[in-house]
């Protein structure tokens, strides 16, 4: 069967070299067409690439495929090869590599959307969420050579630090119309159940088709928090959180986050999820 491979090379522990992956292939009959994820070239090939599009690497590997792909026209398959693997861990993708490529004809399918962020001179994209506040602390910190439990610890100790230090915000944020009127320290528009370094802040809130859920975080429950980042249970989430289908926000200066970088927008922007989502194979086996 031919597939198109995505793939990082150098996520998670660099453990899937691009030798492994392609021998992974050969053994499992599958014919790749391979991407390396820091060619140049790599953009126009995934808008290209039609069938079946397996992406090697993290959640900065499948934001960069999503962007690119034709979603009327491809079915993207996540190997999760990265540190956080936020991506594949909301859409229920637990599976080691091999297990992964092994649903290639015998997955099932769920549907992934994506985020559409507005401002007066552009026009974003974003997979995981976006947030303002001390949560804009979750931006990564490359580290190549750390494995995944030391890069889960050392972001929720950035946490840690920020939420020591934050103010509440100044931003004005409507959430469908309604506006956000107390303290708070933190707001996040999220598009999948788990971000940063695997947080479940909305894992269990209820989310009806075509909606992002809104979360923030009160300044009353600063402590609340940081008790939380020691052990996050997403059933007991320190965070509000409502489904939301637009929402706005005047950033009056604040840093914002989008996905896992910081992103040089002001002003007023705002947030939806973009009609067709991108259907997502999920193998059947599980972890």
């Not at 693997?85 to 091999?98: D, K």
């Not at 552009?122 to 995981?128: A, K, T, Y």
């Not at 209820?206 to 996050?232: G, I, K």
Request: with cysteine; glycine share 8%; aromatic share 2%.
């Amino acid at each position: 069967m031919e597939i198109t491979v995505l793939h990082n090379a150098e996520a998670g522990n660099g453990a899937w070299p691009r030798e492994r992956v392609l021998a992974l292939c050969r053994e499992l009959k599958l014919e790749p067409a391979y991407i390396d994820a820091r060619d140049p070239a790599a953009g126009a090939k995934l808008r290209a690439a039609r069938g079946i599009v397996a992406v090697v690497g993290g959640d900065g590997t499948v934001a960069k495929a999503v962007a690119r792909l034709d979603r009327k026209a491809v079915t993207m398959l996540i190997v999760p090869t990265g540190g956080a693997n936020n991506v594949a861990r909301s859409l229920g993708v637990h599976a080691e590599p091999v297990t992964a490529f092994r649903s290639v004809g015998d997955g099932n399918c769920v549907a992934l959307h994506i985020g559409k962020l507005t401002t007066e001179e552009r026009v974003l994209q974003f997979v995981e969420a976006v947030g303002t506040g001390v949560l804009v602390s979750l931006v990564s910190a490359k580290g190549q050579n750390d494995d995944s439990e030391a890069k889960r610890q050392a972001g929720r100790a950035r946490l840690v630090d920020a939420l020591a230090e934050g103010r509440p915000l100044r931003a004005r944020i409507r959430i469908d119309g309604k506006p956000l009127d107390e303290p708070i320290l933190a707001f996040e528009a999220t598009n999948i159940a788990m971000i940063g370094p695997n947080l479940p802040l909305a894992l269990r809130a209820p989310r009806p088709p075509r909606h992002m859920v809104a979360c923030w975080l009160r300044e009353e429950h600063r402590a609340v928090m940081h008790e939380w980042l020691q052990n996050p249970d997403p059933e007991h989430s320190p965070l509000q959180a409502v489904a939301a289908r637009r929402i706005e926000i005047d950033l009056e200066g604040h840093s914002l986050r989008v996905d896992d970088r910081l992103c040089d927008v002001t002003g007023s922007i705002r947030l939806r999820l973009r009609r067709r989502p991108i259907d997502v194979l999920v193998p059947k086996v599980l972890p």
